[in-house]
């Protein structure tokens, strides 16, 4: 083998797997490993065996106390909804900012995709989110989740839409196609990749969320699965307790983890056929 064919076919690829297995890997067998200890063993963790096992237990035990069912319950209530409209609203924004141009155009798709580096004054939301009556409730969690994830959206889709042929669109409008049943019928089936790795983006986002969450839904009725884990690991109940908050965070990360290994790529052909053009 030569040493040009070296590089890209032994190497490179050799350095991707330790690196994975560094910073996925390590951080991944601890939590693991620190579910499956005693209390006592798990308050100074460590990336050895446990000196006997207790999976069942821990798991058993983070799972009734924890609230795991409720929270689950919490978490999907707001990012269902919230998905689906950051979905809806974000494709049909980003196909007319695609198809138009000028100098309006740029500026309202700098302006749609500024949430990206710009991070939202949770003050200010919480203001506004009790003027309207929304503090503390679902709904007004659902609309900050849109209000925040739209610019990814809009990032994503609107780089893939521009890669779609306009003749498509045009051949449609000669047939006696409105925009509506062009939307539905012509873009929509194409965007299915980049959907899905949009997707998969904002639910990790909001899955995983406990800032926003404890701001907008604290002292509510509804709780998430992170806010739930921080209530829980900052009461006594949890207090110093390591082994159960590390299996608390394993059976949160569980459903994602699925939804990302099956579609994994779909968000790869997403990402490349999209943000990146």
């Known amino acids: 083998m030569y040493r040009s064919q070296l590089w890209p076919r032994v190497v490179q690829p050799t350095i991707a797997v330790v690196l994975a297995a560094v910073v996925i890997g390590i951080p991944l067998w601890l939590a693991v490993i620190t579910s499956a200890k005693s209390r006592s063993e798990a308050n100074l963790p460590d990336l ?9 237990d821990n ?5 009734s106390q924890g609230r795991i069912l ?3 319950f919490g978490s999907l209530l707001v990012m269902l909804p919230a998905v689906i409209g950051v979905l809806i609203f974000g494709s049909l924004a ?11 155009t740029a500026a309202l798709y700098g302006a749609g995709i500024s949430g990206v580096v710009l991070p939202p004054a949770v003050i200010t939301i919480v203001l506004l989110l009790r003027q ?46 409105g925009p509506f049943m062009i939307f539905v019928r012509i873009i929509l089936p194409l ?3 980049v959907i899905a790795t949009a997707t998969i983006l904002v639910c990790l986002y909001i ?6 969450s404890f701001f907008v839904l604290g002292g509510g009725a509804v709780s998430t699965l992170p806010l739930n884990l921080y209530a829980v690991a900052s009461s006594n109940l949890y207090q110093n307790n ?11 990360s569980l459903p994602l983890l699925v939804v990302f290994v099956v579609a994994q790529r779909r968000i790869i052909s997403g990402i490349t056929g999209g943000a990146v053009k």
């Open 207 to 212: 899955w995983n969320d406990v800032f926003y």
């Open 191 to 193: 965007l299915r990749p």
């Open 242 to 252: 390591w082994n159960l908050i590390f299996a608390y965070v394993i059976m949160m």
């Open 70 to 72: 409720w929270g689950l």
């Open 132 to 177: 309207m009556g929304l503090a503390s409730t679902p709904q007004g969690m659902i609309f900050v989740y849109m209000g925040m994830y739209m610019s990814v959206v809009i990032f994503f889709i609107t780089g893939f839409v521009r890669t779609i042929p306009v003749e498509l669109e045009e051949a449609a409008r000669m047939d006696g196609a």
């Open 59 to 63: 798991y058993a035990q983070a799972f």
């Open 94 to 104: 980003s196909w007319v900012l695609a198809r138009r141009s000028g100098r309006l």
């Open 48 to 56: 050895t065996l446990p000196s006997a096992w207790h999976l069942a």
